[in-house]
Structures are given as structure tokens and as C-alpha cells.
């Protein structure tokens, strides 16, 4: 096991992690921004070291600072959290090259995975079921226009490098594919530096459902269930739960077992997740994020596994401590995310000082936040104060514990998410657990309840 780990992130994933090291009696570092001087990660940390202004390009992006950082303080290895440098291939190359153990997946898989056409021609071949679409990449409008004949319209343009919503346009006939093909790829040519695309059929209401994988290097591999993530705005997740509701036992067998299936054809390591969107009976690969996510603790909860503390040990080059014929669900995990954002300004984030928070607790309430009194929270990173994740031994009672640990949360001085999350707690579609990724698109938020829309501007 390592002696020193440096954690190359912020917020409540930077303490997550330290939780995690000092359990497993592993030393921290952290690594701040000059705005970040008296943030938590900094006071939770055996050592910290300052990398620079509060731009994330100058300090949680700055490579070279966080590798000297790691250098000067004897680091034996990296955990970057999510965001910043998570899926930077490039990043956990320099890493092992400078002989600091990268503690999430080789840096061949993270790049194998970043281009999202390569990664589901990938999977077709281990047996993964994909969106119908291009081969590929499409090369120009003329093909473009006969794929689409043959699968039928509506369809999706996707950027190759794109992901997470990023680089999408739906054409509904040709005219329309004519006209969105070029601008799509001048758009992934300037956003991403590439302007692959590729096409694939539109699937008007999918539910997203996400699998957890965790694989060590002896050839593990194990999937902690499934989340249902379907409740987001803008592709901003906002609620995610485990089990998902709504879908039958053999189809969640199967996304388990195909999920775990392509993970082993990719020789898959560390912690990662599979996405499908499914829709009616169907499920269709997606894309894989080849990092720990924001909504883990959800899997974490339903069975009492601790992702970051195995992800830790597979980087240090030991089996799993469990396999999956050890992991047992238990009930239902829902989590939402307190954001410092207006949900009746479009959630447009609104920064600044906290006066009083006051944070939930009980049985069943897990949260995870780097918040405490007075805590501002800064224009230049993330919007997310906490994480409310409740337990319950069934769906309702995870719901009810939800709306209960809800009402105790108070964040007086900014715009928060609060209400919002409650009134998606006590909507009667949540309550039934009747989502897809189309569900907030029904409802106006005025400030004080969810109204729904005229059906027809849906
Ligand atoms: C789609 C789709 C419908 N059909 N692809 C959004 C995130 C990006 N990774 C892919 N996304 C979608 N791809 C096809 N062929 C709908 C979405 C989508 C979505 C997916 C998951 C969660 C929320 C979403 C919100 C809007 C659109």
C-alpha cells in the first residue's frame, strides 16, 4: 500500500478521497489554488501545497505544478477525483512516466474511451448492444444523408471527441441533416480540436441508467448494480438512485452483465462507469467515464462498498477485497445534489457567502460536502455545496428520508437548489419512479413549485 497519496482535486471529492487514505491509514497532500488557501481539503490534509491563482488553467489543470507538488512532498501516487485532470490521458501517462502511480485507469483505456465512436465500435465487438448508426465516423453530408435513410430519421449527430452532451445535434429529415452536418462539425471542430462526427438514431425519451464497475489488475471485474440518473437539466445531474425504478429484473441483469462484460474486453481497470440509455425494453451503450463519479455514493450505500478505498488498492496492485458473488443490494439510495444556483434563473449558478448551513443527519442521511459555516462558495469552480444521500430499505422509504433530510437542510445567503429537490421529491411521475431524461422538460419551476407545462411545448 502507499505511504503518500496527493489528491489533485477540490471540494467534497478532495475530502472524500482523504477519508478514504486516512482510513486505510494512507498519508494525504493537497493541492489548492491561492482562493483556496482555507478550504477544507487544505485543513483535512497532512501537507498542502499552494499550485497557483484561482483559475482551474493555472492551478487544479497545471500539470507541471502538480507534478513538482507530488515531487517535493514524496507522493507515491495521484488521485484526481472527477472533473479537472480525471480523464486527461495525457496526464496519467505523465504521471506513471514520472513513476507516480496513477490511481484510476491506464492511461490507453482513458484514451480508448475519450473518442465516443472508437469507444462503441469497441464495444459492438465484445457483444455490447449500440445505438443504430454510422460505422464511425461519417465522413460528409452525402453519407451522412444514405445512413440516415437506412436507419430512419429522427437522428442524433454526435461529436467523436465530444460526451456528456456536449457536441449533439438531432436532425428530423434530410433538409435539416444537410444543414446541421457542417455546423455540427465546425462546432466539434472548435470545441474539441476535432470535428469527427458520427450519427446514430434519436431516441426520444431514454431513461439514463448507469452501471458501477471496479476492476483490479488479477483480471476482477465487479459491478456494484446500477443508477438511474435520468433527472438532469442541461445534462446537470440533479438526483440520482439505486436501484432504477421501473425497469425489470432480467433487463437490469442484463445492462449488469453486458456492463461488466465490455469492461473485461477493454481490460478494464480501477473504478469506471458503463452508461446506456434505455429505451422501452431496449438498452443501448452509450459511453463509458473512465473515472469516479459525482453519484457513487449512491452504489456505495445499497452495498456497503467503499469505491475510493478499492480503487486506491488496485492502483496499488491489489486484488479486490470483495467479487461480486460477495456483493449484496440492500434497499434503495437516492441522492441529490444542493447546488448554489437558481432552478428559476435556468440554474445559473450564484456564487457567494454563505450566512448560516446547516447540513442534514439521521439515520439513513449520508452527506458529502466541503461546506461549513460562513463557507463562500466561489465563482470559479463548481456550483455543488453538498450531496444529501439517503437510504431507505425500499424506494419510498429512501424518498421520504429524503424529503425529511431536505427540510432540514438550511444554506441561507444564496440561491440554492433545496425546494427545487423537494418538490421533485414530492411530484407524483418521481414518486412512481416514471422518468426519462426528458422529465424536468415537463415542468416550469416558479419559484416555488414545479408547474407542469402545456403538453404541446413539450
Ligand atoms: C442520445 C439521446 C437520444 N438518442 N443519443 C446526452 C449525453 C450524451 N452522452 C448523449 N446524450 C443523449 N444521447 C441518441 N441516439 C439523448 C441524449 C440525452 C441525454 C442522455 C442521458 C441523459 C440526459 C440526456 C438529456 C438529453 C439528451
Redesign the pocket.
Known amino acids: 500500500m502507499f505511504t503518500k497519496v496527493l489528491v489533485a482535486n477540490r471540494g467534497e471529492i478532495a475530502l472524500r478521497v482523504m477519508r478514504a487514505c486516512h482510513e486505510l491509514g494512507v498519508g494525504t497532500v493537497a493541492v489548492h489554488s491561492e482562493a483556496d488557501a482555507d478550504a477544507l481539503h487544505v485543513r483535512f490534509a497532512d501537507e498542502s501545497v499552494c499550485i497557483g491563482p484561482n483559475t482551474p488553467a493555472s492551478s487544479y489543470l497545471n500539470v507541471n505544478r502538480i507534478l513538482s507538488a507530488a515531487e517535493i512532498t514524496d507522493s507515491e501516487a495521484i488521485h484526481p477525483g472527477y472533473g479537472f485532470l480525471a480523464e486527461n490521458a495525457e496526464f496519467a501517462e505523465m504521471c506513471e512516466s514520472c513513476d507516480i502511480r496513477w490511481i484510476g485507469p491506464p492511461a490507453k483505456v482513458i484514451a480508448g474511451m475519450g473518442n465516443?465512436s472508437l469507444a462503441k465500435e469497441k464495444m459492438l465487438q465484445a457483444g455490447v448492444p449500440v445505438?443504430p448508426?454510422s460505422d464511425g465516423a461519417v465522413a460528409d453530408e452525402a453519407q451522412a444523408l444514405e445512413l440516415a435513410a437506412s436507419i430512419g430519421f429522427p437522428?442524433?449527430i454526435?461529436a467523436a471527441s465530444?460526451?456528456?452532451?456536449?457536441g449533439?445535434r438531432?436532425a428530423r429529415d434530410p433538409d435539416d441533416l444537410s444543414n446541421n452536418m457542417l455546423i455540427a462539425q465546425a462546432e466539434a471542430e472548435s470545441a474539441f480540436g476535432d470535428g469527427t462526427v458520427y450519427i446514430?438514431?434519436?431516441?426520444?425519451n431514454?431513461?439514463?441508467v448507469e452501471v458501477q464497475l471496479i476492476a483490479d489488475r488479477h483480471g476482477n471485474v465487479v459491478h456494484l448494480g446500477e443508477r438511474d440518473?435520468?433527472v438532469?437539466r442541461?445534462?446537470q445531474?440533479l438526483v440520482e438512485e439505486s436501484p432504477c425504478a421501473g425497469i425489470s429484473t432480467e433487463l437490469r441483469g442484463s445492462i449488469q452483465e453486458t456492463a461488466v462484460r465490455g469492461a473485461r474486453a477493454m481490460n478494464y481497470e480501477s473504478a469506471g462507469t458503463m452508461?446506456f440509455?434505455v429505451?422501452d425494453d431496449a438498452y443501448?451503450f452509450?459511453?463509458m467515464n473512465t473515472r469516479i463519479q459525482v453519484e457513487h455514493p449512491v452504489s456505495e450505500m445499497v452495498t456497503g462498498r467503499d469505491l475510493i478505498k478499492e480503487m486506491i488498492r488496485v492502483a496499488a496492485g491489489e486484488p479486490l477485497t470483495f467479487g461480486q458473488a460477495d456483493v449484496r443490494f440492500a434497499g434503495h439510495a437516492i441522492e441529490c445534489r444542493i447546488n448554489a444556483e437558481d432552478p428559476a434563473q435556468n440554474f445559473m449558478p450564484r456564487p457567494g457567502r454563505t450566512d448560516f448551513i446547516h447540513l442534514p443527519g439521521g439515520a439513513g442521511v449520508r452527506v458529502d460536502s466541503h461546506a461549513y459555516q460562513g463557507y463562500s462558495i466561489s465563482p470559479y469552480y463548481d456550483s455543488m455545496i453538498a450531496k444529501i444521500i439517503c437510504h431507505g430499505s425500499d424506494r419510498r422509504e429512501a424518498i421520504a428520508r429524503m424529503i425529511r433530510a431536505l427540510d432540514e437542510c438550511v444554506v441561507d445567503g444564496v440561491e440554492s437548489t433545496i425546494s427545487f429537490l423537494q418538490a421533485v421529491m414530492r411530484e407524483e411521475r418521481f414518486a412512481a419512479g416514471d422518468v426519462s431524461?426528458?422529465y424536468l422538460e415537463e415542468f416550469a419551476w416558479n419559484g416555488t413549485e414545479l408547474v407542469r407545462k402545456d403538453m404541446a411545448e413539450v
Open positions: 465516443k445505438i448508426g437522428v442524433m454526435k465530444g460526451g456528456g452532451g456536449k449533439m438531432i446514430e438514431k434519436y431516441l426520444p431514454p431513461r439514463h440518473c435520468s438532469q442541461r445534462h445531474k452508461e440509455l429505451q443501448y452509450m459511453e431524461t426528458r
